[in-house]
């Protein structure tokens, strides 16, 4: 059974104080890994989509990488304005989305 | 403006009634999805359609019904409401089914008394 597991559920960071983010998978033919941003009360906002391990995408503060079976989220030197729920999903061969149930990043002045 | 837009944002009901969910998008895109979300899952597919008049389950399908007559709709209605259905309810849409982001909404949040 495909499975998605992000960690950890919650993680509370200092202004400028770096760190990464989990997103595990078990999933038979793995077409895609997607990582979405959402805040409260919006829908989930598109980040970065890796095929490939081995593969890296960037952008401003965010990076996001990929292994065989996991794919991390780097955030370096955090602002408040990152604080969000980041997602990750993982496309299959049946072409559907399934999603982890998110880390909620809390970013402090 | 473009985008995928939903309606209503809140809508509370009782169990038993009929309730549509509306959802628009105007990138004329082909694949409209709708998923669920809950405290302790992640999304969870519900219906998706791929083109006008084609639709299929996803993983949670059971108490929803859809219809897709033009391109740009996607209505997700609840025949007989339960309890179990108070969510939040998220549209999406791609321009195809692989190696592109699915693009959502702001929501539905959903109440049933």
């Known amino acids: 059974e495909d499975q998605v597991t992000q960690s950890p559920e919650a993680l509370r960071l200092q202004e400028g104080e770096s760190s990464s983010l989990n997103c595990s998978y078990t999933?038979?033919?793995?077409?895609?890994l997607f990582w979405y941003r959402q805040d409260p009360g919006k829908g989930p906002e598109f980040l970065f989509t890796l095929y490939s391990a081995g593969e890296e995408k960037e952008k401003e503060r965010l990076k996001a990488t990929l292994t065989k079976k996991e794919s991390f989220l780097h955030i370096t030197a955090p602002k408040p304005e990152d604080s969000a729920t980041y997602l990750c999903a993982v496309q299959t061969g049946a072409n559907n989305l399934f999603f982890g149930t998110g880390t909620r990043l809390t970013v402090i002045p | 403006d473009a985008g995928i837009t939903q309606s209503p944002r809140y809508k509370i009901t009782e169990t038993g009634r009929q309730v549509t969910l509306m959802c628009h998008q105007t990138w004329s895109h082909s694949y409209m999805f709708w998923y669920r979300q809950d405290l302790g899952h992640g999304l969870r597919l519900i219906y998706y359609s791929a083109a006008a008049d084609i639709t299929d389950k996803g993983e949670v399908p059971d108490g929803y019904v859809v219809s897709r007559s033009k391109t740009e709709n996607f209505p997700l209605t609840l025949e007989s409401a339960t309890r179990s259905q108070t969510s939040v309810y998220f549209c999406?849409?791609?321009?195809?089914?692989?190696?592109?982001?699915?693009?959502f909404g702001d929501g539905t949040r959903l109440s049933i008394l």
């Open positions: 999406a849409s791609s321009a195809t089914n692989t190696n592109q982001p699915q693009h």
């Open positions: 999933v038979s033919g793995l077409r895609g």
